[in-house]
């Protein structure tokens, strides 16, 4: 029983939920790429190239090399995708510390002190 909890425990941590749904979300956004790629990109290609089915039915020495060149583009979307994910989350972090932090409130004992110290010089 004492496993289970500790299980429990573990995939309950806010780290594991985050990386699970980063899965998943990513898992969505490759399903979409694969077929902006294949249902859109490539086809359009095609079509440029005479035949709409060119880069599906193109093989080199009985290689499919046209899936080799649609998971290409799927792999250069997702890179740039994620380049401008990371690129945005860079610069707000770049705000964040250009933003100059006051200086931390006087601690209230030593305000005191200084009132204090202010009525005996008095």
């Known amino acids: 029983m004492g ?16 990386l699970a749904v980063g899965v998943v979300i990513g898992a969505a956004f490759g399903k979409i790429v694969d077929s902006m790629v294949g249902d859109i990109i490539m086809p359009v290609l095609g079509k440029i190239m005479g035949n709409p089915d060119y880069f599906a039915t193109w093989t080199a020495a009985g290689i499919p090399v046209g899936k080799f060149i649609q998971a290409v583009f799927n792999f250069v979307i997702i890179a740039f995708v994620l380049f401008l994910v990371i690129k945005a989350i860079n610069a707000s972090k770049k705000k964040e510390e250009a933003a100059p932090a006051g200086p931390p409130p006087t601690p ?15």
């Open 3 to 18: 496993m289970l909890k500790e299980f429990k425990e573990f995939a309950m941590k806010g780290n594991v939920i985050d």
């Open 108 to 122: 209230e004992d030593i305000q005191l002190l200084r009132e204090i110290r202010d009525s005996l010089k008095k």
